[in-house]
């Protein structure tokens, strides 16, 4: 087997093509592990947190919001991205508060992941919330979206049907199902 030192790719020369509110996009050029000489295009992201707010009955809260690039309207964990000068777990928080109207006494991180490692250094860190309590909610000026009570395991049905087919969400919900079961922090 081969060592994995043997894969790095070092970078030449980097540059910032295009710099946007969110996302900023580089042309990189590399040095292959043969020694030739390759490209890269790649996004550069702040990161973000998704958080599944379990309620006391077994129901989580997912939000319903339209995706320009699809065209159509999905079914997500709230979530968002990590402002300057903020951490994961207070990004989490915020999102909760601000897209579902919620705050939770009690929360875990269940993980995280790459959504896109072929184009992005975006990741994304889960959370589950529970011990919840409900207020009205402070959504961004540009952000519309519906919040939607749902029984647990019902989600997790909806991602094995194919109803939920967010990349977050899917993640999200099967990594805090997992956690859930193994730590029950109430019973249902």
Request: hydrophobic share 40%; with cysteine.
């Amino acid at each position: 087997m081969n060592d994995s030192h043997e894969l790095v790719e070092q970078t030449l020369t980097s540059t910032k093509i295009f710099s946007g509110r969110l996302l900023h996009l580089y042309f990189d050029e590399v040095v292959l592990p043969d020694d030739t000489i390759a490209t890269r295009e790649w996004i550069k992201h702040p990161g973000a947190s998704a958080v599944v707010p379990v309620f006391g009955n077994g129901d989580i809260m997912l939000v319903r919001q339209f995706r320009y690039p699809m065209a159509q309207i999905f079914y997500e964990v709230p979530a968002g991205k990590i402002d300057p000068d903020e951490t994961a777990d207070s990004t989490a928080r915020r999102e909760l508060k601000e897209e579902a109207g919620l705050q939770c006494k009690k929360y875990d991180y269940v993980g995280h992941f790459y959504p896109g490692i072929g184009y992005s250094d975006e990741i994304i860190h889960c959370y589950v919330a529970w011990d919840i309590t409900s207020f009205e909610q402070a959504v961004d000026e540009d952000e519309f979206l519906i919040t939607e009570r749902i029984p647990f395991q019902d989600a997790v049905n909806m991602v094995h049907s194919g109803e939920i087919t967010d990349g977050k969400t899917v993640i999200a919900l099967l990594r805090t199902w997992h956690w859930w079961q193994q730590h029950q922090p109430f019973n249902i």
